[in-house]
């Protein structure tokens, strides 16, 4: 469908973009509302008639993309999966977010993420699908929006490629896939901007209070990071609004108190439930949900100075254990290949998109929509490329939506006014910004599909030479050369996505494409460990100051480590084995003291070994029909069957068993619950049977070794010291109804 983007509206005013569509005309009185026969598959009447079939079809791709073997991914990060198979028991522990089903301590996020999946659950059982399957709709949810949000200004063919570009992006199809906050954040995320444009639209209120509605239900899934957005969308309403200013203040009162309900109201009842009768608040230092917002989880992922997190307080040193940090963090060998395939040509778009409304009036809608998404992507991509905290390369799933809506607004705007000598020697730039940097990701992969990046390159390049001259062309040949510009710029992307989905992806730290596509990745799929159950994990020390190499049994942390960010490799890890030690690359001060990283508990104890052993900080134990069949013993009998130094690690029993694990320590093993005096109270008091030796932290950083000093290590030597020796296979418990003999 041609759209005139050079319509001039009342007051002389032009505004680029066709108007809103007009709602139908609303019946009389008691009149029931009927939808129009046919009206699902047609569409609204001002749009072709292939448009409709198109959107529908998009969704099917990427609801079948979504779900292909999602099985593969097992429970994926077994930290939230045992919260969410506590949630499905208990009621409390759903409201909570409890790890386990005893309520001994919740995850590092409040639990609304959860809750999908969680009914889900509850309704067809614990298995990949229930848990998985929701984050997939939560994935296709967002495409609908992205489309929906540009569809109503820019038409259908702009608002189609912004759907595929998001579908298509390889982080949105890892974390659409997986079961971290991030998906539901997506899309409440795109919902906020969606709302706001159209409050700028018409003026009303309700678009603004349901905005508001949206970022407070995304401060329950991962806190402030929805908060991120905020201030390009107040701006944005504040000045373009179509009503008088006094009204835009009004209406954005109302928007802030619509936030505060939708997410105090949790925040609230766990600040005032007395501590005694709730769950520890996982992740804090004082059992406080608010400490936890603006520590750990909140102001301390900017500063780097993030207490109980791993290494402890950065003082503004994370940047060096997350990566380097500076304008060009989303462009490097880490993080290019998650999410930077289109984000210079959406820069492009972006600048041409506001050039061109620059003479727009004050409410121009267009205009508005590229300062609402293209804000939220500038915004969002300055705070984590500077941030000197905790960061993983996943986090930029929420850059996916911002970036294909600007890439389809801009691509469709300059489409229709490409007869201008600068609007087609922009949309051609971008295309050739697309296929260059596509080229230069997949070169980073040499060996993987080497002869793409040429395709890539040839094809963006040929494209573009005919884009330049759209003005000219026939109409046909145009739209040849858009479609080959299209192709270009999305084959790239779509090869990692399609790596992406055909990979198994576990643990906390998941990375997407193909192995080797993100030199950072700490674990849990393609560049960062374990990927299809097959690989090993790091042979080697964690990256420290020194070249530590550690060695020890099984899979992951426990007995290996992770690999120096600069050149390190992975040794295979075999059951029962010393692993194989990988070669540490320099370490530049870039990681945790002390080189190794060692699962903790006793020298020698657990190891992530076939017979069932202590899991590490990024992903749970595997557990063997024998340890399995240990804990199962008398279950019933007790509240926690088992406890354990670190969430991962007591993740994995609980999954094995259904039956509540308690995580001493949290998920680093360095929070301060249950104090040494509570968990010997809780053991006088017969609710705990046994004590997984291994797991968590290793080090004087609180967790489970023997020299360490923090209440983890306190109540391992305890364990150690008063209890009986349990063995099975490479799995060491220690029965806490058993006295150690002398």
């Known amino acids: 469908m041609t759209t005139d983007y050079d319509r001039t509206e009342a007051h002389g005013a032009p505004d680029w973009g066709p108007p809103p569509t007009a709602p139908p005309e609303a019946p009389g009185p008691g009149a029931p509302r009927r939808t129009p026969p046919g009206r699902l598959w047609r569409g609204r009447p001002e749009d072709p008639r292939w448009a409709r079939p198109a959107f529908l079809g998009l969704l099917v791709l990427t609801l079948v993309t979504y779900l292909y073997d999602l099985s593969a991914s097992g429970y994926a990060n077994s930290f939230y999966s045992a919260a969410v198979q506590a949630g499905s028991t208990s009621w409390k522990a759903f409201f909570f977010g409890s790890l386990d089903g005893g309520n001994a301590i919740t995850v590092d996020k409040p639990s609304a993420f959860m809750w999908p999946m969680e009914l889900s659950v509850r309704i067809f059982g614990l298995n990949s699908w229930a848990i998985l399957t929701p984050e997939v709709l939560m994935g296709v949810g967002t495409v609908a929006v992205v489309y929906a949000a540009v569809r109503r200004r820019f038409g ?100 802030t108190a619509a936030l505060v309900v939708a997410g105090g109201w949790w925040v609230a009842v766990v600040e005032l439930w007395p501590a005694s009768s709730r769950p520890y608040v996982g992740g804090s230092q004082d059992n406080s949900f608010l400490e936890l917002t603006f520590g750990y989880n909140g102001l301390g992922r900017i500063s780097g100075d993030e207490t109980g997190s791993v290494g402890g307080g950065g003082g503004g040193n994370g940047a060096g254990r997350w990566g380097s940090t500076g304008w060009d963090r989303m462009f490097n060998s880490e993080i290019g290949g998650q999410i930077s395939w289109l984000i210079p040509a959406a820069l492009i778009l972006l600048a041409a998109g506001l050039w061109a409304t620059r003479r727009a009036r004050r409410t121009s809608v267009t205009r508005a929509s590229f300062l609402v998404w293209g804000g939220s992507l500038l915004i969002t991509m300055v705070v984590f490329s500077y941030m000197a905290g905790i960061f993983h390369q996943y986090y930029t799933v929420a850059l996916a939506p911002y970036v294909a809506a600007v890439t389809g607004m801009g691509a469709g705007l300059l489409w229709e006014k490409r007869a201008k000598t600068w609007a087609s020697i922009t949309l051609a730039g971008a295309v050739v910004a697309a296929a260059a940097w596509g080229y230069v990701l997949l070169n980073r992969t040499p060996g993987y599909l080497p002869w793409l990046k040429w395709l890539v390159l040839v094809g963006g390049l040929a494209a573009a030479l005919g884009l330049v001259f759209a003005g000219r062309l026939t109409r046909r040949l145009a739209l040849g050369a858009a479609a080959v510009g299209l192709l270009a710029a999305l084959a790239g992307p779509t090869a990692y996505t399609l790596s992406t989905v055909n990979s198994a992806h576990t643990g906390s730290i998941p990375t997407a494409g193909p192995a080797g596509a993100s030199m950072m990745g700490f674990g849990g799929g393609p560049g960062g460990g374990m990927r299809d159950g097959a690989r090993g994990g790091f042979g080697g020390g964690m990256p420290g100051p020194g070249q530590g190499q550690g060695q020890g049994q099984g899979q992951g942390f426990p007995g290996g480590g992770m690999p120096g960010r600069n050149g390190g490799t992975q040794g295979q890890n075999q059951p029962g ?133 923090g209440s983890g290590s306190k109540i391992s030597s305890w364990v150690r010291s008063n209890f009986k020796k349990v063995t099975v296979g490479s799995a060491t418990f220690y029965d806490l109804t058993r006295k150690a003999s002398g």
């Open 156 to 255: 259908p063919v702009a608002g189609l490629v912004a759907g595929a570009v998001l579908a298509l992006t390889p982080v949105a199809a890892l974390m659409f896939r997986f079961n971290n906050p991030d998906a539901l954040l997506a899309l409440l995320m795109s919902l906020a901007c969606y709302f706001v444009v159209r409050a700028v639209e018409d003026g009303r209120t309700r678009w603004l209070v349901w905005a508001g509605v949206a970022i407070g239900f995304a401060f329950l899934a991962k806190t402030l990071q929805a908060f991120l957005i905020l201030p390009p969308l107040a701006i944005v309403y504040a000045v373009c609004g179509p009503v008088r200013l006094r009204r835009r203040l009004a209406q954005l009162g109302l928007a």
């Open 577 to 709: 084995q010393q692993g194989q030690q990988g070669q540490q690359g320099q370490q530049n001060g870039n990681g945790f003291p002390g080189g190794g990283f060692p699962g903790g508990g006793a020298a020698g104890e657990g190891g992530r070994a076939g017979g069932g052993g202590a899991g590490g900080l990024l992903d749970g134990a595997k557990v063997s029909s024998a340890a399995r069949r240990l804990l199962e013993t008398d279950a019933g009998d007790y509240t926690w069957v088992a406890a354990s130094i670190g969430s991962q690690n007591a993740a994995g029993y609980q999954l094995a068993t259904g039956d509540p694990v308690m995580a001493i320590g949290g998920f680093n093993g360095t929070d301060p619950s249950p104090t040494p005096a509570q968990f010997e109270k809780y053991v006088a008091e017969g609710k705990i049977h046994y004590f997984i030796a291994g797991g968590g932290m290793g080090g004087g950083m609180g967790a489970g070794t023997a020299g360490g000093t």
